[in-house]
């Protein structure tokens, strides 16, 4: 475990934005972890996961705590569910396709996701109709400013869409050591109603599909619309799909009659930001070293050499011409930084 001073984090967020940390260290193990923050007490702390939910938009002046902690196993098991917990450092798509392997069911509809493990829970990650909270157990979690474990269960959690403790009362108070997700091991939920993968499944002849067939499909679904970060730099959807009252969008919905939408409650309807975004003819439009990517409107791209601000501008120009197109607010996913 080595302390590094003033180091790029190019490498270290799928942005690929050049900023420094004032210092730097990866823990490979709780006890490390443990040792760095009781010797860092006083010093200011940024912890960093897998680097693919964030903006940086200046250098860290603090010490960056990379968490790479590894190891996944079976902790409990029945007839029908299987326990299964993953250390925070594990690559999330890696997990979810270990989890496919041993045929345990619930995750293959987020595969490929970028990130790991440990910063799931934080964000309530989701895609293609499921969520974290589905199948979310628990996490341990070590408090920064005392080095105490806690154990935080799904209900502690406080899941909303995108949304967590730890996005709020919890935040920058806890590190996320591990997770614990309860999956199928029989009469496994296929969910292939949302967005393209029922289409995807057909155009492969698939009438009876696996959990691996689903992962798959996601998969190619994804790599169709969505930039590779280690080829483009980008961090998959920037922005979150905005949540509106139905009085408000039904008042919207009769000037844009072609708008999509979602029911999420009786009062309530979820709209694509990605629709918004095309519809206010944004998709493909590049500024300098980044813009919004020609596949995918949610996803903004660093085309090489874009510094943080570049981007943040860009999404600033994005959300003032959704409002001004549509009268809807639409908010940042990301994390800036």
């Given at each position: 475990m080595e302390l590094l001073n003033n180091f790029s984090l190019k490498n270290f967020n799928t942005f690929g934005i050049e900023a420094k940390a004032k210092q730097f260290v990866a823990v490979q193990s709780i006890q490390d972890l443990r040792a760095?923050?009781?010797?860092?007490?006083?010093?200011?702390?940024?912890?960093?996961?897998?680097?693919?939910?964030?903006?940086?938009?200046?250098?860290i002046e603090a010490l960056v705590i990379h968490v790479d902690l590894k190891g996944k196993k079976v902790v409990k098991e029945d007839e029908d569910f299987v326990w299964v917990e993953s250390q925070a450092g594990e690559n999330w798509h890696e997990f979810v396709l270990w989890t496919i392997d041993q045929n345990f069911g619930g995750l293959e509809n987020m595969s490929l996701i970028p990130g790991n493990v440990g910063t799931t829970p934080v964000q309530n990650i989701g895609a293609y109709g499921t969520e974290i909270k589905d199948t979310f157990?628990?996490?341990?979690?070590?408090?920064?400013?005392?080095?105490?474990?806690?154990?935080?269960?799904?209900?502690?959690?406080?899941?909303?869409?995108r949304e967590s403790v730890f996005k709020n009362d919890a935040k920058d108070q806890y590190i996320i050591t591990s997770v614990v997700f309860k999956l199928t091991k029989r009469n496994h939920k296929i969910n292939t109603s949302y967005g393209d993968i029922m289409g995807e499944l057909t155009n492969n002849n698939i009438i009876n599909p696996t959990l691996k067939d689903v992962s798959n499909a996601v998969i190619a679904i994804r790599k169709s619309k969505l930039p590779d970060p280690k080829e483009l730099g980008n961090s998959g959807s920037f922005f979150k799909n905005p949540i509106i009252l139905k009085s408000d969008f039904e008042k919207i919905h009769q000037k844009f009659p072609e708008m999509k939408y979602y029911e999420v409650s009786e009062t309530e309807v979820k709209v694509p930001a990605g629709w918004l975004i095309e519809q206010a003819g944004l998709k493909g439009k590049r500024f300098g070293n980044a813009g919004i990517h020609k596949n995918q409107a949610l996803v903004l791209v660093n085309y090489g050499g874009a510094t943080g601000k570049e981007i943040l501008d860009i999404s600033k120009h994005v959300q003032e011409t959704v409002l001004k197109t549509f009268g809807i607010d639409i908010e940042a996913e990301v994390n800036i930084i």
């Open positions: 760095i923050l009781e010797e860092n007490k006083s010093n200011k702390k940024f912890i960093l996961g897998g680097g693919s939910n964030m903006l940086l938009t200046k250098d157990v628990s996490c341990e979690a070590i408090t920064i400013e005392n080095q105490e474990t806690k154990t935080f269960t799904n209900q502690e959690c406080h899941f909303g869409y």
